[in-house]
């Protein structure tokens, strides 16, 4: 629906496996990660099925580009559509309002070098703690609306703050 790719029940964060239960939800940090992957491998798209194909595949990013643009609100790109719509990643929501993980993508993928630094930005100012970086604020409940996903069931903070911090080592 909004040119982005669907989420499935996960992504890289596979606690979130209700954002896209229905087959709708999509995610905003895969199609950080699809662009990023689509430019350097470009160079041997054009080598192995040359320029044309490669011409079909800079539309594509074009497109994606465009899509992810349009998730920019205010300081952050959002995190992802929930199946039903909802707009995962705002501000002031008390809803996974921001993580680690899309804003480094942002940054990673050069769509919108200024808004990677703003994103990255806010996420540093929202998840480093004096003793800790943080994966994403807040926590997640499972009394959140939408429900995201199995990771709302553990204590408040435990897997995606604690357990799971393997992105942060």
Known sequence: KNGLPLIGTGDWNDGL????????????????????????????IQKKDGQKRRAYYEKRMQHLSIALEKTWREDRYLRAFHDDGTEIGLKGTGVWEIDALTAAWAVMSGINPERGRKVFQTALDVLEKDNAILLGWPALREDTKPYLGRSSKYPEGVRENGLYCHGVE
């Open 17 to 44: 496996d209700e954002i896209g239960s229905e087959g709708k939800g999509e995610s905003v940090w895969l199609g950080f990660f699809l662009y990023y992957i689509l430019r350097e491998i470009l160079p041997i």
